[in-house]
């Protein structure tokens, strides 16, 4: 790897997700054997068996991050297969197509508890084998959904909240070794990205580009580096300079 750092062994939620296979990719090509986590075990392999076809080092691992005895099961498993971990990516989970009068409480509920709870979860179950050796990153997935608000209030909610978990944790890691960031992406080239938004990207995104899934692992390497060890409790933005767009005015 780049920086002369060693390799690491990194936990991936929701690693079969279109976004993650280009993370799982960049990961294990830098050297890192990444541990593929899903909420089934086949797609979850599926990633895996991606990341070895490719020559590098996976394991698959099956996951529901809003269960709370599906995480700890997963930690026993993890460890009993490939040990401590080095690095988490906290990346699973939903879109939830819904504006507020088709909400209910619990597919509210349940949009938070995937993508807010569920990282929260992962992190406190994963957080200490971090701290005792002195070394550790936290990447969060979040979206530019949480900085700017979206017309689907349950998924800006949760990744308002993942962004301002990140911000809150670096108190709990304090002096430990240990950093916890978040990747905020724009519009990324994955099959859950709809054909209209899609089209609407050369007007509302500055570079008129779509982000790569590639660019999101090449993110996280930086990341995990040692040029990035001040980097701590930040949102670091990945999309274009829509979300500078949207808050200044609309094109002429």
């Known amino acids: 790897m780049s920086h002369g750092s060693p390799t690491r062994t990194v936990l991936v939620t929701g690693a079969a997700g279109g976004m993650c296979r280009g993370i799982n990719a960049r990961l294990a090509a830098a050297g890192h054997t990444v541990l593929c986590a899903d909420l089934s075990l ?12 490719a020559g590098g080092r996976a394991e698959a691992f099956a996951v529901d991050v809003a269960d709370a005895d599906s995480v700890s099961a997963l930690a026993d498993a993890v460890h009993e297969r490939a040990g401590d971990i080095d690095v988490l990516v906290n990346a699973a989970g939903i879109l939830d197509r819904k504006y507020l009068a088709d909400h209910d409480a619990h597919s509210f509920e349940r949009t938070l508890d995937i993508n807010l709870v569920g990282p929260f979860r992962m992190i406190q179950t994963f957080a200490p084998e971090l701290v005792r050796k002195g070394w550790g990153r936290i990447i969060n997935i979040s979206s530019i959904a949480g900085v700017t608000g979206y017309p689907y ?8 909240g993942l962004s301002n978990l990140t911000r809150s ?3 709990d890691f304090w002096g ?3 950093t916890v960031n978040s990747i905020c992406p724009g519009v990324v080239d994955t099959p859950m990205v709809i054909q209209q938004v899609r089209d609407q990207v050369p007007r509302k995104v500055p570079t008129e580009q779509i982000v790569n899934p590639d660019e999101i692992g090449g993110l996280a390497l930086f990341l995990m ?3 990035a060890r001040n980097i701590n409790g930040a949102d670091l933005l990945i999309d274009g300079g829509a979300t500078r767009y949207f808050q200044l005015f609309d094109r002429p």
Request: hydrophobic share 45%.
């Open 42 to 53: 086949e797609a979850a392999e599926s990633a895996a068996e991606a990341v070895r076809a």
């Open 225 to 227: 580096s040692d040029d």
């Open 153 to 160: 209030p349950s998924y800006s909610a949760s990744k308002a």
């Open 176 to 178: 430990t070794g240990v």
């Open 169 to 171: 944790l670096v108190i």
